[in-house]
């Protein structure tokens, strides 16, 4: 049974950092590639960025590049989103998923397995 737990979420002000952890367990190497996803409250489920579990190659989302960096510690099943630069139009829910699809841009529709989520409020 595979399970992805995050944590690290919170409320920061606008400019400041927060990291994000994701905790896998049950994943197997078929898994190609973790990554992060976010949903604001009335918009769609949108794609924030992702990590190759046999590479460690990334991609991310336009809107967070340069501000966002994912990286991973396969032997803890671990994978982090350290997000600085934080703006207001941030503010989400994030999730954690873990993809079988060989894609550095996964659609939600190839995500197999979803964290629970963790809100992150960016304040003004």
């Known amino acids: 049974q595979v399970q992805l737990v995050e944590s690290g979420g919170g409320l920061v002000q606008a400019g400041g950092s927060l990291r994000l952890s994701c905790a896998g367990s049950?994943?197997?190497?078929?898994?190609?590639?973790m990554g992060w996803f976010r949903q604001a409250p009335g918009s769609d489920r949108e794609f924030v960025g992702g990590?190759?579990?046999?590479?460690?190659?990334?991609s991310y989302a336009d809107s967070v590049k340069g501000r966002f960096t994912i990286s991973s510690d396969n032997a803890k099943n671990t994978v982090y989103l350290q997000m600085n630069s934080l703006e207001p139009e941030d503010t989400a829910v994030y999730y954690c998923?873990?993809?079988?699809?060989?894609?550095?841009?996964?659609?939600?529709?190839?995500?197999?397995?979803w964290g629970q989520g963790t809100q992150v409020t960016v304040s003004s």
């Open positions: 990590i190759s579990r046999s590479s460690g190659v990334t």
């Open positions: 049950g994943l197997t190497f078929s898994t190609y590639v």
């Open positions: 998923a873990a993809s079988t699809i060989p894609t550095m841009y996964p659609r939600t529709r190839d995500v197999k397995y």
